[in-house]
């Protein structure tokens, strides 16, 4: 018996033993490799390499080059792991012994690491509304300004590309319309006030409207900061939509905020990236024209067709039209050609970095040249960026950075981003010769000979400090001074200007922006990690200054001395300081922010933050501006249910609700604008002006907003989507009332103005491919739906006109068209209404006899008057954008790489004024513009006719009845595209190729911007549109842009 027993025991200690024998009797190899990313392929350093068994048994670390080194069994599983990438799992092949990996990005939203209050976070531990955009998105294409690579990427942000002026900033609007006010007031040139987010560039605020009112189509450089900015050093930006995201950022972020980062040192050894790129752009399809022969007659049978005996006589005192055998008018000039063109351009950057996370290092040079589609314009950019951080202790850390950088712009004829000289003078006759020294028009001349030099100085120093003598606890302090000089000088020539005149203009503004910050943050955490506590508090100081002047000096003793002697005293305008009514020229502002947040085991989050601030612009009943916000969070992919899922990865809501409060005051509506006002007695005195009266009870604009949110990751984090709704109330906006003349002043300031937005936003990122497939394929996808509505107007009102054409009412949309309703073309005379009581037809108030007869528009005669005038305009239409968004794809194949970008814009009405203009160019066969032909266009020809459009051809009745005012409904139209935004090709060269050239990467790309545009509207481009809908076909267009680019690392 005890011989058995004995004899079972052994048995059982062989074969547990017996395993473990031939295990180490397996053949042992030294393998070694490297890991790398799988969409760069650059080396990944840190990851963990380990057997797969249970647990993972650690091997290697890769070293700064994405190398290691082990010795393992044949055979062996090997797993590879590191933050930020998925698991990677590799089985060796008998005798293997070298093994190249590629490990895929991670792409759980939950795992990012944002930024709130200008401190990071983990989303899944914050509760803020927001989305991250990486360098890896903004690649490979040349842009003078980076927010034209945001369009179509971030649902909620609309960005219109309406410019194609090199160096300005298209429109921008996060989450719907945030206020009413509009400059000008006819709609060609009514502009819709910016309302851009803040921008936050490396931890300091800059605002990107900065140059909006100087420079925009008046005088003055107008370079956005933004456009100092090469893409090529921005590592990430994050866009802050929901008012919990945005809270810690005070008033100034109540439109939003954007923060950008810039680039860091990491790597070992110093790491040079040079990028380059070479691109063209093309003007795109320009309009036909009738020229040469086929002008004069269509001139002339007009003329015959429609005119009177004497125009018939006046056709011989025309020699443009009479004398064809003249070489001097015997012309078919091709205008268009003279003004727009291909032009090649070059954009080149080094960036130079290195360290670890004890001490790191950056240095980025960069140049941009763009010479623009219309001949005289262009864009310039230098820039040059440093940043130094270093960490000696886990307690301490500093970071030091400059930022700096040079725009040069040039604008031809001086009207900055509309260019309308060009557009009306391309418009020219084709009769007319081209243009000579001595035979083209002064405008002509002034759009190509001008001298205009615009330069926009920046530079930016900054300095951050934190350090922590108390496990939890650190003090943080940031201070910045961010100066900029704005010059512009406009020299016109004497054969420029209508009365031989040489004119010298200069304009000089000046800005500087002093900010200090300094904080706390405390984090504590109870009973393991179950309660988590963190507190961040600052307080903020800033200090403004601002001030333009200019000079005009007229009548030069040459071309060559632009001054200031020699001018004549009797025709300058001398100089003096410009007044920017909604840029005050100085501003003290001190704010405190303090934010708490809670998180019972990362589940279950509430994130509480308040802030104060104060300011020297703010209204004297309202000094301070308190905001507030809350957010839950429920983290329920974290509960027992959904532990062993396989479906879903990670799952969360959101709640957030809070008040943002901004002052609308400045310094001129407080105090009034003061100016000389000749003299008494011989004594120079100061008077007011009488424009505005001086409001100190204005009230600040108050914004509350409600958002909630649902994120969700599915099947191991290939599916994501983000839903959210929001509603925003806006009260207290700031309008504009007319007063009554015994008053003594024009208008007045008032604060009873107030909107709401509400709408939904979906993301959806897919990766429907596995992990283990040869080709990477990512998805990107969103759409935003936004509403929007007026609350309350000024003194009670149901609306306020705000243009000839736009209108704001009560419970409408906030921007609504003002138009004649159309309702066809009278087919016969006998159609025209009759007035009953006079007996006379339906006419126009421009005289008398201006009665409307068949060829003629019906318009609707809303008040029964039966005269058509500005009394029967009715609200219509929406200029306003309700369906946003874009789609992306990117396909990953080896070394090979395949993006496209879209966006598309949906449910928007536009004002057609090209096609207007078009129509309206046959009116004056006398005159000195172009013929455009109108064979696609269903006009009146005769009695009976069943058409579209008006005759274009009674000229003698053009001036009465004014068929083609833009301000029709027959002109509205819907504005709704989907753009092919860009393409892009890249290959990167097999690393063994180059290594031994010193070279650690080369990648080739080529791509195009602006493709493709699929759109209902029948004019050139939906998008080239005023932000209040209104067609600027005359002005810049928007260049397609080929581009071959190079990338190099070493």
């Not at 945001?150 to 609309?158: E, R």
Request: hydrophobic share 35%.
């Amino acid at each position: 018996m005890r011989r058995n027993l004995y004899a079972a025991k052994l048995l059982v200690i062989l074969l547990c033993v017996l395993p473990e024998l031939l295990f180490s009797q397996a053949k042992q190899i030294q393998v070694r490799g490297v890991v790398i990313d799988r969409n760069t392929s650059d080396p990944v350093p840190g990851v963990t390499v380990a057997l797969d068994v249970k647990p993972p048994k650690p091997l290697a670390v890769t070293d700064a080059m994405g190398r290691f080194t082990i010795t393992v069994s044949e055979g062996a599983n090997l797993i590879f792991r590191y933050v930020g990438y998925t698991d990677r799992k590799v089985k060796l092949e008998a005798k293997q012994t070298m093994i190249n990996v590629s490990l895929t990005e991670s792409v759980s939203i939950m795992n990012e690491v944002v930024i709130r209050g200008y401190t990071k976070r983990t989303r899944e531990e914050s509760g803020g509304s927001s989305y991250i955009i990486t360098d890896k998105d903004i690649k490979d294409l040349p842009v003078s300004n980076v927010e034209q690579l945001l369009q179509g990427k971030v649902a909620g942000l609309n960005i219109q590309v309406n410019t194609g002026a090199p160096g300005y900033r298209g429109t921008v609007a996060l989450r719907g319309v945030s206020g009413m006010d509009i400059s000008g007031t006819t709609g060609e040139d009514a502009f819709l006030t910016p309302y851009s987010p803040l921008y936050v560039i490396d931890n300091i605020p800059v605002e990107a409207d900065a140059n909006s009112d100087f420079g925009f189509n008046t005088p003055g450089p107008g370079v956005s900061p933004l456009s100092l900015i090469p893409p090529e050093d921005i590592a990430s930006i994050e866009i802050l939509k929901d008012v919990q995201a945005t809270s810690q950022y005070g008033s100034r972020g109540a439109y939003g905020v954007i923060l950008i980062t810039t680039r860091r040192g990491n790597s070992p050894k110093p790491r040079f990236r040079y990028s380059s790129k070479f691109f063209v752009n093309t003007p795109p399809k320009l309009r036909e024209t009738i020229g040469g022969r086929a002008e004069r007659l269509a001139k002339i049978n007009e003329i015959y067709a429609m005119g009177t005996y004497n125009d018939r006589l006046k056709i011989t005192e025309i020699p443009m039209l009479s004398d064809s055998l003249s070489s001097y008018y015997n012309n078919s000039t091709d205008w268009q050609s003279v003004y727009y063109g291909s032009t090649f351009n070059t954009t080149h950057n080094l960036g130079i970095d290195g360290g670890d996370n004890k001490f790191n290092y950056k240095t980025n040079f960069g140049y941009y040249k763009e010479k623009g589609i219309i001949k005289n314009t262009g864009f310039d950019r230098y820039s040059l960026s440093m940043l130094l951080e270093y960490r000696p202790t886990d307690d301490f850390w500093v970071n030091f950075t400059v930022a700096s950088g040079i725009g040069k712009k040039n604008k031809g004829n001086g009207l900055g981003i509309l260019q309308t000289g060009a557009a009306s003078n391309s418009a020219a006759s084709s009769l007319l010769p081209g243009p000579s020294l001595f035979q083209a028009s002064t405008s002509v001349l002034a759009d190509m000979s001008v001298e205009n030099n615009n330069l926009s100085k920046n530079i930016r120093p900054s300095m951050n400090l934190s350090y922590s003598f108390i496990p939890g606890l650190r003090l943080t302090a940031t201070g910045s001074y961010d100066y900029a000089v704005g010059t512009e000088e406009t020299n016109t020539p004497a054969l420029a200007t209508t009365d031989l005149r040489a004119i010298s203009y200069a304009l000089n503004e000046r800005s500087s922006n002093l900010y200090g910050r300094g904080g706390f943050t405390y984090a504590k955490s109870f009973n393991g990690s179950d309660h988590n506590f963190f507190l961040n508090t600052f307080s903020e100081v800033g200090i403004k200054a601002y001030q333009v002047n200019y000079s005009r000096l007229v009548q030069t003793a040459n071309d060559q001395l632009t001054g200031p002697l020699g001018s004549s005293p009797f025709r300058s305008r001398g100089g003096g300081v410009l007044i920017n009514p909604k840029r005050p020229l100085d501003e003290r502002s001190v704010s405190y922010s303090s934010g708490f947040s809670y998180n019972f085991r990362k589940k279950y989050i509430l994130d509480l933050t308040y802030r104060l601030d104060a300011s020297s612009i703010s209204g004297f009943d309202s000094p301070f501006a308190k905001n507030y916000a809350g957010a839950l969070k429920w983290n329920f992919g974290k509960e027992k249910l959904f532990e062993d899922s396989k479906w879903l990865s990670s799952g969360a809501l959101r709640l957030s609700s809070g008040k943002n409060v901004r002052p609308t005051g400045n310094v001129y509506s407080l105090y009034g604008v003061y100016r000389p006002a000749g003299d008494y007695e011989g004594t120079p005195i100061i008077g007011i002006d009488y424009q505005t009266i001086p409001n100190n009870k204005l009230k600040p604009t108050t914004k509350k907003d409600l958002n909630i949110g649902l994120d969700l990751s599915l099947f191991k984090n290939r599916y994501q989507f983000i839903f959210d709704t929001y509603r925003s109330a806006v009260t207290n906006l700031q309008r504009t009332i007319a007063l009554p003349s015994t008053t003594g002043f024009v208008e007045v300031l008032s604060n009873d103005a107030g909107l709401i937005n509400y709408g939904y936003e979906l993301t959806v990122i897919a990766r429907p491919l596995p992990n283990n497939s040869k080709i990477n394929w990512i998805i990107n996808a969103n759409a935003a739906l936004n509403n929007d509505f007026v609350t309350s107007l000024p003194g009670n009102k149901n609306q306020i006109l705000q243009s000839n054409s736009i209108v704001t009412r009560v419970g409408r949309n906030t921007f609504s068209n003002f138009l004649l309703k159309n309702e066809g073309v009278y087919r016969n005379t006998g159609d025209v209404p009759i007035d009953p009581v006079t007996g006379l037809p339906l006419r126009t108030p421009v005289n008398a006899t201006a009665f409307f007869k068949e060829g003629d528009p019906i318009w609707q005669d809303t008040n029964g008057d039966y005269i058509i005038d500005d009394k029967d305009k009715q609200v219509l239409g929406n200029s306003q954008p309700k369906v946003t968004g874009g789609l992306g794809s990117t396909i990953i194949y080896k070394a090979f790489s395949f993006t496209v970008n879209a966006s598309f814009t949906l449910k928007r009405d536009i004002l057609n004024a090209a096609l207007a203009s078009r129509l309206a160019l046959v009116k004056d066969p006398f005159g000195r513009s172009v013929y455009l032909p109108l064979d696609d266009v269903n006009y009146w020809k005769q009695s009976g006719d069943i058409s579209e459009f008006p005759n274009p051809f009674d000229f003698n009745r053009a001036a009465a009845i004014n068929p083609f005012r833009v301000d029709q409904s027959l002109f509205q139209e819907d504005g709704s595209y989907f753009k092919i935004n860009s393409v892009a090709l890249g290959y990167t060269v097999n690393k063994n190729r180059i290594s031994k050239l010193g070279l650690r990467n080369i990648r080739f790309h080529i791509s195009a911007n602006n493709l493709i545009t699929f759109s209902p509207y029948s004019g050139p481009s939906p998008e080239n549109v005023s932000g209040l809908g209104w067609d600027q076909s005359n002005g810049y267009p928007v260049s397609r842009t080929y581009n071959f680019g190079c990338d190099i690392d070493f």
